[in-house]
């Protein structure tokens, strides 16, 4: 641990997860049953993990900041049967497992000794044998999405009755394109809930690596560890660049870096001028990746790819991608369109065959998550953003990463995300301080590339957190806190969906009653432009 400095070597993590995994068949988890995992980073996290991988299980990482009743709905829809928490956790479980009635048990890491259905970690596995159960065979993590633009999703992945020595294809897929080797030394900046720093630390101790995890990410902190452990790989994503940058000079310099081998990044495109200055900084070494908790498909790109075509997250390296226009037809290079994918990677979203078949094509060969991209003349990937962030501001599609990109290098206090809530009528009475300060910082940088901004005509402050940890636009979130504030005359957000090749017409589906507010009447299906190959939610 980084912090802290606590070790764990290999035979105790073998005991430990032997012991952990005895338990959870004591406590009736038997193959294909699941568990969930609710803590922050610590020391009993991977074994936490591992007692399932021992033992045919599928185990789901939560994010340690949801609330309860976020909490309560993913450990009911996952219907998992036991919850690991930790103290600095534990209100929040306690009360989440008050509505989970398919929640028969618990374990809490440092509890208090009244702590509810939840029984102390350590007391609960000492003295069980620490040699493998009789029935070992594969487990894996059984994650969500990440809920920025609705109810989250379970990705369900099939496992066979193998031994848990074998790994999935994607996983061994992902051990070569990351570069993994024996002996490696891994650092983990990234909360464990994530699918990639999951996956990423998970890897590295099956190739007998060392792995330094981060209780939480601090930019100095950051640098000191690969000093100080002579650290070989590490995945980031472009928030931590951006902060790294931000440090002075001085402090930049201080570190002996030389020892990284790969520094992988994901999660987002990383702005050109940010990606530029780190492969000043730290040499040729990353390798940038596109994918999404579904795994559906890969590209990837090096340095010296990237450094060709600035902007790029490389070329398909996993699945066969096919860009879609609204037609549903191919999109010619430079334009971009909806990122459909023939999978290289099967899945289904648990227990929701609806959103299964939403995501998929009609002929049910193809796959999306709602991406939009496009291919240069070379074959190289550029996202432009997602559908379902999309604004649509007098009757001008707007997509928010680009500016997003942009307004991420301002300082703070003039920190803005857009996001797909923004439209005229969401503030009568704005705070313009944080769009005046953006809108001032930008203009006296004039190293900054020429883009046309579409500043917005209202802006709204909210409490909510604008990203989430892995710097993913939380864009439910802040939907849902200007909703409570809209004026009376506006009405509340439609979901509508139209399928690929379905009428546009609003007669070709059956009418249904106004989802707004008193007296306002909600538009026709017709009147509204809306991508026919997925569904996403639509304001007015």
């Known amino acids: 641990m980084a912090s802290t400095g606590e070790s764990v070597c290999y035979a105790e993590y073998e005991a430990r997860t032997n012991r952990l995994a005895h338990l959870l068949r004591a406590r009736g988890l038997g193959r294909l049953d699941h568990y969930a995992i609710f803590m922050e980073n610590n020391d009993r996290y991977l074994e936490a993990c591992g007692a399932g991988e021992r033992a045919g299980l599928y185990y789901t990482c939560v994010n340690s900041y949801l609330t309860a009743p976020e909490l309560a709905y993913i450990l009911n829809n996952s219907t998992s049967k036991l919850l690991i928490t930790s103290r600095a956790c534990r209100e929040v479980a306690i009360e989440a497992a008050r509505d989970c009635p398919g929640l028969r048990s618990g374990l809490i890491v440092d509890g208090t000794g009244d702590d509810g259905l939840f029984a102390d970690f350590e007391t609960a596995t000492r003295g069980l044998p620490d040699t493998p159960i009789g029935d070992e065979c594969l487990g894996t993590p059984m994650l969500y999405s990440s809920g920025t633009t609705g109810r989250p999703k379970g990705i369900l992945r099939p496992l066979d009755d193998v031994p848990p020595g074998d790994l999935l294809p994607v996983f061994s897929f992902l051990s070569r394109l990351w570069q993994y080797r024996e002996g490696l030394t891994y650092l983990s ?13 998970n890897l590295a101790i099956r190739d007998g ?23 070989t790989h590490s995945q980031l994503v472009p928030t931590m660049f951006s902060r790294m940058l931000k440090l002075p000079a001085q402090v930049r310099g201080r570190y002996d870096l030389s020892s990284l081998e790969i520094a992988v990044h994901a999660a987002a ?33 090096g340095t010296g790819e990237w450094l060709t075509h600035p902007g790029t997250v490389g070329k398909v390296v996993l699945g066969e991608l096919h860009i879609l226009d609204e037609s549903f037809e191919p999109a010619p290079p430079g334009e971009p369109g909806t990122l459909w994918f023939k999978p290289g990677s099967p899945f289904r979203y648990f227990d929701d065959a609806e959103k299964t078949a939403e995501s998929t094509s009609p002929d049910g060969s193809m796959v999306t998550v709602g991406d939009v991209g496009y291919l240069d003349d070379d074959g190289y990937l550029y996202l432009t953003d997602r559908s379902t962030f999309m604004i649509i501001s007098g009757g001008v599609n707007i997509y928010p990463r680009p500016p997003g990109q942009l307004l991420g290098r301002v300082p703070q206090p003039h920190r803005v995300t857009p996001g797909p809530c923004v439209t005229p009528e969401l503030a009568r009475s704005p705070d313009l301080g944080p769009k005046l300060g953006a809108q001032s ?47 009376p005359s506006v009405a509340m957000a439609a979901v509508t969906r139209i399928l690929p090749g379905a009428s546009r017409s609003a007669s070709a589906r059956p009418a249904r009653p106004s989802q707004g507010r008193p007296g306002v009447a909600r538009p026709t299906a017709s009147s509204l432009k809306i991508h026919p190959s997925i569904y996403r939610q639509v304001h007015w």
């Open 189 to 201: 900046p990234a909360p464990l809930y994530h699918s990639a720093p999951q996956a990423s630390v």
């Open 209 to 231: 690596g060392t792995v330094i995890i981060m209780e939480k990410f601090d930019p100095g902190q950051y640098l000191s560890l690969v000093e100080r452990y002579r650290v």
């Open 269 to 301: 495109p990383c702005p050109v001028p940010v990606k530029r200055q780190m492969i000043d900084w730290w040499g040729p070494i990353f390798l940038e990746y596109y994918a999404s908790t579904e795994a559906i498909g890969f590209s990837a790109c």
């Open 441 to 487: 910082w930008i203009s006296s940088r004039p190293e900054l590339p020429s883009m046309l901004i579409r500043w917005p005509s209202r802006t709204r402050r909210v409490a909510s957190p604008s990203t989430t940890t892995a710097g993913m636009p939380y864009s439910r979130a802040i939907r849902e806190a200007c909703a409570t504030r809209l004026p």
